[in-house]
């Protein structure tokens, strides 16, 4: 497992995507997470759609299936769930950000429903839940064992979940360590960043079985230069964004999208799709 020099909180990570929240939606747009290119040839739009269909699909996700998205975002994926597949998603965010703009996309409707709420105090029943979902937020737990343990409280028995992770090699070496991975973590708010095999010790000691892993680091890198193609392209003609980027307490964000994309690239850095179930 890798860990910051600097403690990260929950309460960081809600301020990190409150402060970003802008430039977020204007790199990024709603779904704040990777494209999956299948074929290569894809869109980004496209390719962000296909994520969140690989893991409605590995989860069996269906109609009226009622899920959970932790760490929600601006709700694209949980808006997809409910208006694409039928189910009953409830999402969780940190940020005040992504929930006002979550909800203002539901124009009243009760499905998706938004929650401003730590994980940790979820308030769900035991056993209430046919499918959770994690899509690049598990990253962001300060208790990993126990946000594993959450989940498994929650799900009835049977049901399943699946989770998109960041994810550091396996025995990185210390250069690795020192100049991407730690950083990304400090800079990223990640209070910790593991490997496959954290991940699936966490899930087993969790009482999950039937636990699966597919890598899908090759097909969601073509992410990073999108992202950087795009921030480079509003740097050329907007001052704002040069000052909120380098200049400014966020300074560090420009920077990381560049680490990340080098992490990808040497190797240091994984990204697969996790699922397993509750027996």
């Not at 035991?126 to 929650?154: L, Q, T």
């Not at 550091?168 to 250069?175: G, L």
């Not at 980027?245 to 680490?259: A, C, E, K």
Request: charged content about 25%; some cysteine.
């Amino acid at each position: 497992m890798i860990y910051p020099r600097d403690d990260q909180k929950h309460e960081h990570v809600a301020e990190h995507y409150d402060d970003l929240s802008k430039w977020y939606l204007e790199i990024w747009g709603e779904h704040v997470h990777h494209g999956l290119w299948e074929t290569g040839g894809e869109s980004a739009e496209l390719a962000v759609q296909q994520l969140t269909q690989l893991i409605a699909r590995e989860t069996g996700i269906t109609k009226d299936s009622v899920v959970v998205d932790i760490g929600c975002g601006y709700g694209g994926t949980a808006r997809i769930l409910a208006n694409g597949f039928g189910a009953q998603v409830t999402g969780y965010t940190l940020s005040q950000a992504q929930y006002d703009y979550a909800v203002a996309r539901t124009n009243g409707s009760a499905n998706p429903r938004y929650r401003l709420q730590n994980w940790f105090d979820n308030e769900l029943p035991d056993g209430s839940v046919d499918v959770a979902i994690s899509i690049e937020s598990s990253e962001h737990m300060e208790d990993k064992p126990r946000f594993f343990a959450e989940v498994n409280r929650v799900l009835k028995p049977g049901g399943r979940f699946g989770v998109y992770a960041w994810l550091a090699r396996n025995k990185p070496s210390p250069r690795q360590v020192d100049w991407l991975l730690e950083p990304i973590c400090r800079e990223g708010r990640l209070p910790s960043m593991g490997d496959e095999e954290d991940y699936r010790k966490m899930m087993w000691e969790s009482g999950f079985e039937d636990i699966t892993f597919r890598d899908l680091s090759r097909n969601v890198r073509k992410t990073w230069p999108i992202i950087v193609g795009r921030m480079a392209k509003r740097l050329t003609h907007d001052r704002e964004a040069w000052r909120f980027l380098f200049h400014g307490p966020n300074r560090v964000f420009g920077i990381t999208i560049f680490r990340i994309w080098a992490a990808y690239y040497l190797g240091a850095m994984r990204y697969g799709l996790f699922t397993c179930a509750k027996p």
